[in-house]
């Protein structure tokens, strides 16, 4: 029997995880450094990994570069918020939209650089062209050096790998009672009757953004515009063809739990997948559609088609939040342990 001594403290009982948490908050944190000291210095002016030729260095530019570069950074820094948000004990007392939507957008921005920049350098080193993936800046110049591209993405992925960790650890400790479970064990009526019709919604929704992309990654250029039909390699297929994955795997995810397809399936696989598909595919649509704000030129402005493809995209993922806080709703709070665990 452990005794404590007059005037000191119990150590706080370790929770299962904890060790795991710190490490994967420090690489989620030291994966950003890169990234960010590139931007600082860009907006300090210096030219670092940009070569001459690139469009980044013309003059008329530097005002909408610098408050991009900030941009960018700031989102950045928002990842090392996010994994303290995730690791310390005031973020279990955090209101849940205020840890679940940033996971949520961050694994949007990330899975489809940790899925297409590992598969286009497999294309390539089975000897497809890659075409101009976004390296050449229009003129004859380079957009940017080879190595920053290899720094960033593969940032970026340390980055993915070590939140989405940071999010599953996480969420199993405050939410852990609401995904637990079998397919099955999600009651057929009430809710059930509204989830159908819910799920059959999102799942066409996301048919028209797979079947653009689809188009797309099969090599017509129809609906886009002329600097994206000039760059059709294996690196923009690669690209378009993870969209329809992130398409189909949404629309899989919300019917299997909109009709319970699948009762021997863990609840979590389904969730799990319309989790990382509506992400990817609400967050790109919304990046592209602001980027497009942004064309200078008629080459590089959004068609009518690439703006609806984008917007469809935004939509299924407001759909699936909405859909999916009522899901957790209905399905109560996260039970007494998952309280003490959080006080």
């Not at 949520?104 to 000897?127: D, E, K, S, V, Y």
């Not at 969730?271 to 704000?293: E, F, K, P, Y």
Request: aromatic content about 8%; glycine content about 14%; some cysteine.
């Amino acid at each position: 029997m452990t005794q404590t001594l007059p005037g000191t403290r119990s150590a706080p009982a370790r929770v299962p995880g904890d060790v795991a948490a710190r490490i994967l908050r420090a690489v989620a944190i030291l994966a950003c450094l890169p990234y960010i000291g590139l931007k600082v210095a860009w907006v300090a002016g210096s030219h670092v990994g940009i070569p001459e030729g690139s469009e980044l260095r013309d003059p008329g530019r530097q005002t909408l570069m610098a408050v991009v570069n900030g941009l960018s950074v700031l989102m950045d820094a928002a990842v090392v918020v996010l994994a303290l948000l995730l690791t310390r004990p005031w973020g279990l007392r955090a209101p849940a939209w205020l840890t679940a939507l940033p996971a949520w957008a961050a694994c949007g921005l990330l899975a489809p650089i940790m899925t297409g920049f590992p598969a286009q350098l497999a294309a390539r080193a089975l000897g497809f062209d890659g075409g101009d993936g976004g390296r050449s800046s229009g003129s004859g110049g380079t957009f940017l050096a080879e190595w920053v591209f290899g720094m960033v993405y593969g940032g970026f992925i340390v980055q993915g790998l070590a939140l989405g960790g940071l999010f599953v650890l996480y969420a199993r400790r405050r939410w852990g009672p609401l995904w637990r479970g079998r397919v099955a064990d999600l009651p057929a009526q009430a809710d059930g009757a509204l989830r159908r019709p819910v799920a059959v919604l999102i799942a066409l929704l996301t048919a028209v953004p797979a079947a653009v992309h689809l188009l797309w990654a099969t090599g017509s250029a129809t609906g886009l515009n002329p600097e994206r039909a000039e760059d059709r390699g294996a690196d923009f297929a690669v690209l378009e063809g993870g969209y329809v994955l992130f398409a189909l795997i949404t629309a899989v995810g919300v019917l299997m739990v909109g009709f319970r397809a699948g009762p021997t399936v863990r609840l979590a696989v389904p969730l799990g997948l319309v989790w990382i598909g509506s992400a990817a595919l609400a967050c790109w649509g919304g990046w592209l559609l602001l980027t497009g704000l942004t064309a200078r030129s008629a080459a590089k402005e959004p068609t009518a088609l690439m703006n609806l493809t984008y917007a469809v995209q935004m939509t299924v993922g407001l759909l699936v939040l909405t859909a999916g806080g009522r899901f957790f709703r209905e399905r109560g709070p996260a039970g007494p342990a998952a309280e003490r665990t959080a006080r």
